[in-house]
């Protein structure tokens, strides 16, 4: 037998090769600290840390980083990072058309309210070639609206992906 394209020829002709795509239900949850500088009307979300578990990777953690604009009360932002666990590593980016944080207030301590979607791009150990979209939501707690914050915080992410 010889492979040629994406069909093994053999005696009994050509037999295509496929990749097999496996779609699985993804739902995590994690809880850490978020390390913010608000500085006239910009965020820089410096790190997002924190620990949990999801139906795919297990036990591990999630971190991350970004920036946002802050001249409204709900302002979109963009980021990237990582889930890990035990059985490997997720890749993610979140977009800004596709995200949005609200602040509870304009100052002293506030709650950051925050949803979006994560692009996967790709992965390791069980998520290798991982692709797809998950859905976050969670909230932030934070000592005001300026300056360098930081404070804890909670996301569950859900969604489907590729492998």
């Given at each position: 037998?010889?492979?040629?394209?994406?069909?093994?020829?053999g005696p009994?002709?050509?037999?295509?090769?496929h990749?097999v795509?496996?779609?699985?239900?993804f739902?995590?949850?994690?809880?850490?600290?978020?390390?913010?500088?608000?500085?006239?009307?910009?965020v820089?979300?410096?790190?997002i840390?924190g620990?949990?578990?999801n139906?795919?990777?297990?036990?591990g953690r999630?971190?991350g980083?970004?920036?946002a604009?802050?001249s409204a009360q709900?302002?979109p932002f963009?980021g990237?990072g990582n889930i890990t666990?035990a059985?490997g590593?997720l890749?993610l980016?979140?977009?800004?058309?596709k995200?949005?944080g609200?602040s509870?207030?304009?100052?002293?301590p506030?709650t950051?309210?925050f949803?979006?979607t994560?692009?996967?791009?790709?992965?390791t150990?069980k998520a290798?070639g991982?692709?797809?979209?998950?859905?976050?939501?969670?909230?932030l707690?934070?000592g005001?609206?300026s300056g360098?914050?930081?404070?804890p915080?909670?996301v569950?992410?859900?969604g489907h992906?590729?492998?």
């Amino acid at each position: 037998m010889s492979l040629t394209g994406t069909a093994l020829a053999g005696p009994a002709g050509a037999v295509p090769v496929h990749h097999v795509v496996k779609a699985v239900a993804f739902r995590g949850t994690y809880k850490g600290n978020a390390d913010l500088l608000i500085d006239n009307g910009s965020v820089s979300i410096r790190s997002i840390a924190g620990t949990g578990s999801n139906s795919l990777l297990g036990v591990g953690r999630v971190a991350g980083k970004g920036s946002a604009s802050a001249s409204a009360q709900c302002d979109p932002f963009t980021g990237t990072g990582n889930i890990t666990g035990a059985h490997g590593t997720l890749h993610l980016v979140v977009t800004q058309s596709k995200s949005t944080g609200c602040s509870s207030g304009e100052s002293g301590p506030i709650t950051v309210k925050f949803h979006g979607t994560a692009v996967v791009k790709g992965g390791t150990g069980k998520a290798k070639g991982a692709k797809g979209t998950l859905a976050f939501s969670g909230k932030l707690g934070l000592g005001g609206t300026s300056g360098a914050q930081a404070g804890p915080y909670t996301v569950t992410i859900t969604g489907h992906l590729s492998l």
